[in-house]
């Protein structure tokens, strides 16, 4: 069974630049470390909420594990609103 994450979240206004270059460093070393790449987005009514997207992880464990590892190596969470986390959703596919 695949699973697809999504992974949501506030972020500090005036730091994209600065967000884009970490997500990047990050997702690239989760690529590496789990062979899932990953791409992430602007809410188009929100630019400040921002969503990582995971497809097709078939090792959550590992996956989950690698994930919060390299937000932590990487400083994501410097770039949240204040009081705000990162919020992950797992989905699979109904048939």
């Known amino acids: 069974m695949r699973i697809d994450y999504y992974v949501y979240y506030r972020v500090l206004p005036g730091r994209e630049s600065e967000l884009m270059a970490a997500l ?3 997702q690239a070393a989760l690529a590496e470390a789990t062979g899932i790449s990953g791409r992430f987005r602007r809410r188009v009514d929100d630019p400040l909420t921002w969503m990582e997207v995971y ?3 078939g090792d ?3 996956f989950e594990v690698e994930l ?3 937000a932590l190596r990487h400083g994501l ?3 949240l609103a ?4 990162r919020h992950l959703e797992r989905f699979r596919a109904v048939c």
């Open 82 to 85: 204040g009081g705000t986390p």
């Open 68 to 70: 919060g590892v390299q």
């Open 60 to 62: 959550p464990r590992l």
């Open 24 to 26: 990047s460093a990050m």
């Open 77 to 79: 969470h410097e770039f």
């Open 55 to 57: 497809e097709g992880v």
